[in-house]
């Protein structure tokens, strides 16, 4: 839910997008090859990954794992992208399938590079959007490539860990 507040502070006149976001899905796989696996809460661990999870730094077992990044321990996606595919390129693509870990739904991500936010109890800073690979083409069988560019989620660093579940919600960091 995207709103509008005006912030005297800042400056006069000036308006700031105010939104309230919600964790739809969370998936995590121990390898790079093996399917997602749907999880009712995953647990963050601040500058280190998502336990369990393929990208989490000392353990790398992912696609791009011989390019750790500090900036890609937990990774976003909009359910809206899902929706958009089916409407736009008749594709569907299972919230499994596009192989971030935590689906969401209201959240602006492609706002949000460089800023820090909530996602449950957990504060994350994010570092990049997500660029689509071939790889996941291969993955799913389904050409995605191109209409993934630009809405193929948002990497971000894990600052305060702790647990995110299905249902929480997402913010912005104030």
């Known amino acids: 839910m995207l709103d509008t507040i005006n912030t005297s502070l800042d400056s006069p006149g000036a308006v700031v997008l105010a939104w309230t976001g919600v964790v739809r899905h969370l998936h995590v796989t121990p390898r790079a090859f093996l399917p ?25 077992e992912g696609f791009y794992s011989h390019r750790p990044e ?54 994350l800073e994010s570092t990049r959007l997500s660029i689509p690979c071939r790889h996941i083409e291969e993955i799913t069988g389904k050409a995605i490539f191109d209409p993934l560019i630009n809405r193929s989620g948002l990497n971000c660093k894990i600052l305060k860990g702790g647990t995110v579940r299905v249902g929480d919600a997402v913010r912005n960091f104030q």
């Open 36 to 60: 997602m696996r749907a999880m009712p809460e995953l647990r963050l661990i601040a500058g280190k990954g998502i336990e369990g999870d393929r990208y989490m730094i000392g353990r790398e």
């Open 70 to 123: 500090e900036g890609r321990q937990v990774t976003l996606f909009e359910h809206e992208t899902l929706v958009a595919l089916k409407r736009d390129h008749d594709i569907d693509l299972g919230p499994e399938e596009h192989r971030r870990n935590v689906t969401v739904a209201g959240v602006p991500l492609t706002h949000l590079v460089g800023r820090q936010f909530w996602l449950g109890e957990t504060l």
